[in-house]
Nanobody, 122 residues
């Protein structure tokens, strides 16, 4: 599975962005799909994950109520709608594919996209 993230940019606090992650391959629906982020000097942190069919979603407390993860298995794409953005959301955002393991642990994800920069100014 190859992943290509897009949709990042520079926005002001309170604005919205919608990230996309397009996957190659015919096994996309076999994976949980997650979003992580990483700021300079910090470890990569879990943001959100969605189950194979999209029935179940999981969020970090810091983004709950502001971010929404979704997927379209027909388009092999996962999305992250980010609303009410804050300066502390500034990071490189990565999408990743999980076959098995803990959805919160980056090390359990099998495939990673290249990342897209999100910068939120105050």
């Amino acid at each position: 599975v190859q992943l290509q993230a897009s949709g990042g940019g520079l926005v002001q606090a309170g604005d919205s962005l919608n990230l996309s992650c397009a996957a190659s391959g015919r096994t996309f629906s076999s994976y949980f799909m997650g979003w992580f982020r990483q700021s300079p000097g910090k470890e990569r942190e879990f943001v959100a994950t969605i189950s194979w069919s999209g029935e179940s979603t999981y969020y970090a407390d810091s983004v709950k109520g502001r971010f929404t993860i979704s997927r379209d298995n027909g388009k092999n794409t996962v999305y992250l709608q980010m609303n009410s953005l804050r300066p502390e959301d500034t990071a490189v955002y990565y999408c990743a594919a999980l076959r098995s393991g803990s959805y919160r642990l980056p090390g359990d994800y099998e495939y990673w996209g290249q990342g897209t920069q999100v910068t939120v100014s105050s």
